[in-house]
């Protein structure tokens, strides 16, 4: 008579290997999930894009493999890309952005996506301003190009409001480095709040030491006032 309960425990006895087999590959599932990082990141340097992965200790910044990178692909056309500067500085990455973070932003998209934008013909908005105006191009370029590198993204879309609606070259650079002096008060601000002094001083050297292509007088005099404004307020 004791055939039924032996029965009865096999059966018991295999849902529950059942559900630790289950439980334990929904584990692995979820542990595998959470501890892959794949995203995308911005170089500045060159105006080109490439992903990046590797996996971590979920929930931690514990690394479990070194990074895999994938192929450099650019972002800007050849119109925009031969305006950029050689700079001494070593290639430099920031984030696009990181799979599975919901909606997190990181500011180097600002300027991933504004070099995607396309105009009615389907051609880049950038690159054919570009050939319309090279000589403010030319100008233009390496000054967003510096501002990406000091990771200023949030200013970016001011300075193609500038580079848009600016009359000419002069007008142009004058507005353009009166941007980039607002975002380095802004930035710089924050910096020494947190207490970051010698970030603070780098930033404002570096904004000190742009070079101004203009010869007008009036545009000079105007980027003086700036760069005053700029140490007047962080130092």
Not at 50 to 60: D, E, H, K, L
Not at 79 to 105: C, F, M, S, Y
Not at 226 to 235: A, F, G, I, P, T
């Amino acid at each position: 008579m004791p055939e039924p309960n032996k029965n009865r425990n096999s059966g018991v006895l295999w849902i529950l290997i059942f559900t630790a087999v289950l439980a334990s590959l929904c584990g692995l599932g979820i542990f595998g999930a959470s501890s892959a990082i794949n995203g995308r990141e911005f170089s500045p340097n060159s105006f080109q894009w490439r992903t990046f992965r590797y996996t971590r200790v979920p929930w931690t910044k514990i690394r479990l493999t070194s990074t895999d990178l994938g192929t450099l692909n650019s972002v800007a056309p050849t119109d925009v890309l031969k305006h950029l500067a050689t700079l001494p500085q070593a290639q430099r990455w920031h984030v696009i952005e990181v799979e599975g973070e919901n909606g997190a932003t990181h500011e180097a998209n600002i300027l991933y996506l504004a070099l995607q934008q396309r105009n009615a013909s389907g051609l880049s908005y950038w690159g054919a301003w570009s050939v319309d105006h090279p000589q403010r191009a030319a100008v233009f370029w390496p000054l967003v190009q510096q501002a990406a590198m000091e990771r200023l993204y949030f200013c970016v879309p001011k300075l193609l409001d500038v580079a848009e609606s600016s009359k000419d070259l002069d007008e142009l650079e004058c507005r353009s480095l009166q941007t980039l002096a607002d975002a380095v008060i802004e930035s710089g601000t924050s910096l020494r709040t947190a207490g970051d002094d010698p970030a603070m001083d780098t930033l404002v050297d570096w904004f000190m030491a742009l070079p101004i292509q203009s010869v007008n007088t009036d545009t000079q005099a105007a980027v003086k006032t700036y760069r005053d404004k700029v140490v007047q307020s962080l130092r």
